[in-house]
């Protein structure tokens, strides 16, 4: 059988669901961090990377060496063999360019960890009844169906949730607007910038920093602007390309 067959394709998707899974285990277990922390560019063999995590027992490691090929199949590791002083040799894995993307290493702790954790996690229910929000005619908005409120209302009364969600948008937004800002130019000669609903306000202090003299509002609801983290800047050295958070205020909506 090839790896094209309709056959070993079909079989593949069948059991489509377990590569998620792992993948939200492997973000809620540091796996990526821990990974990205290897002595040599050769990684970690899996009962090095087993001794790194809270829980221990003895079979740790052999269950981290079923997840972790799974993982390098998606390219999200690589996966190479390492010969020992006695002349064993093992596997290990290192963290590949798609895998730093879910690592917080770079300088404004981005990633896309949160944001896999909130389709996953987050939105279990949701994906639960997938199936009603095409049959039902009534059902016009489905999170509002399986939550009882609209997304934004419900984020207001489960924290967890809201927070999940806020961390989402605020870790994995400043890798799109990183390319938005290498391209587009819009924002040259602006004043004053509102970012309505810009949660909290990753983009626009990254716009911010690239253009100091804007004067910029963060605009969101009440509950999102009073749990944003502190956005600290450059006041110091205002006047240096960089960010002068005297220049960032915070706006709630209702
Ligand atoms: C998809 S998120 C965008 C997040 C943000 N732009 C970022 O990059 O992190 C949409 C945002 O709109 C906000 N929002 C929804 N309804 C709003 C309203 N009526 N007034 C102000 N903000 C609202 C939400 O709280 C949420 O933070």
């Known amino acids: 059988m090839h790896d094209n067959d309709p056959f070993t394709k ?3 998707l069948a059991g489509a669901q377990v590569f998620p899974a792992i993948l939200n285990a492997a973000v809620d277990m540091n796996l ?9 560019s050769l990684g970690m063999c899996a009962s090095e990377i087993a001794s790194k995590l809270p829980n221990q027992h003895s079979d740790m490691a052999n269950r981290l060496e079923r997840m972790l090929p799974l993982l390098a199949v998606h390219s999200l590791l690589t996966c190479s063999i390492r010969t020992n002083q006695d002349g064993d040799t093992e596997k290990v894995y290192a963290l590949s360019p798609v895998g730093q993307y879910f690592t917080r290493n770079d300088q404004q702790g981005s990633s896309l960890a949160a944001l896999s954790t909130l389709i996953y996690q987050g939105y ?4 639960k009844d997938t199936k009603d929000a095409i049959l039902d005619a009534n059902n016009h908005n489905h999170f509002q169906k399986v939550y009882g409120k609209l997304a934004f209302e419900y984020m207001e009364t489960d924290r967890e949730f809201g927070n999940l969600f806020g961390q989402a948008m605020s870790q994995a937004g400043p890798l799109v607007m990183k390319s938005i800002l290498d391209s587009y130019k819009g924002f040259e000669g602006i004043s ?21 003299s804007i ?10 602007v009073e749990n944003a983290p502190p956005v ?5 050295r205002p006047s240096q390309k ?13």
């Open 10 to 12: 079909a079989l593949s």
């Open 32 to 40: 990526f961090e821990i990974i990205a922390k290897a002595e040599t």
């Open 124 to 127: 279990r229910n949701v994906w």
């Open 192 to 212: 004053t910038l509102v970012d309505v609903g810009g949660g909290y306000g990753q983009a626009l202090k990254q716009i911010l920093f690239h253009y100091p």
């Open 215 to 224: 004067k910029g509002i963060n605009f969101d609801l009440p509950h999102v």
């Open 232 to 236: 600290k800047g450059d006041r110091a």
């Open 242 to 254: 960089g960010f002068d958070d005297s220049k960032f205020i915070l706006g709630k909506g209702e």
